[in-house]
């Protein structure tokens, strides 16, 4: 059913590569999906993605003062083993992120403009054109007057996937291990269940999602959920455990083992929050039936 909407979405949905190191020296790495909206060069995706740039912002601010702490400590005259004993109570947070890059394709790109929502979990940014002079193929987003539940809809992303980035000191950047792109896309089907809406209201809207009768994978989030012709309904943000009110039973090593059953949906960002957002920040898309 997805065969042709497959190779249409593909040509819009790229992978979002985030690393970073923490203040231990650790490092992590971790993918998204993000979708080229127009020849504008405006790109949307999930905002949770972009989480790393939250946090390293709020880290920075942390990590001063401690830093601040300790070169009181060290200012004072007093002898060195009470300094050292006076530091080591100062415990820092060790997941603290000193560093991090959010990686278009696995380019660093330039972000121009952006608008960030983060109770919708839903983020437009621009880059420049020049970065996407290869893209001809862009989506069209869904009527939202004329979805109806029981459509089935496909998910795309980059599941699957684990890597371990490095970073290399001497010049302040990340790495990524060789082969690892270009990255191989996975779809998932799911019906179009209903729709989700909540109290909480950003940008003047209340938050709407969108179920799924299957659930996104861990790679897909900020990628399309579109239908048979490839007009995307909604954008992929989470998963939801819904308990089904009974338990199964198995048998491990001649013992009965009883567990409560659910099902797992997935949650993504409505086409109506989308359209919402994309009039009004004048972005060119085109709307479809």
Known sequence: MFKDAYEIAKKYTFPLVVTLRFFDKTIEGGLGSFIILNDDGWLMTA????GASFAFNQHQNEIKEYQEKIQKINNKQIKEGQKKALIRAIKPNKK?????SILLSGKSIQIEEYYIYGKHDLAFFRV???????????????????????????????????FSPTFNDATGQ?????????LPLFPIEGL???NLLTNEVEGEINVQYLETSSPGLK???GGPIFDKHGNIYAVQSKNVTLPLGFTGSVKVKGKTIEENQFLNVG???????????????????????
């Open 128 to 162: 420049d054109k020049s970065a996407i002079n290869d893209q001809k193929v862009f989506p069209k987003i869904i009527n939202p007057k004329n979805i109806k539940s029981g459509t089935s809809l496909c998910k795309l992303g980059f599941p699957f996937v684990e």
């Open 267 to 289: 949650i993504g960002v409505h086409a109506e929050t989308i359209k919402f957002f994309l009039d009004k920040h004048n972005i060119k898309y085109e709307l479809t039936d």
């Open 174 to 182: 990340f790495e990524l291990p060789q082969n690892l792109l270009p």
């Open 219 to 221: 790679g897909q989030s």
């Open 47 to 50: 905002a949770h993605n972009l």
């Open 96 to 100: 603290w992120v000193t560093d991090f």
């Open 192 to 194: 179009y269940t209903r």
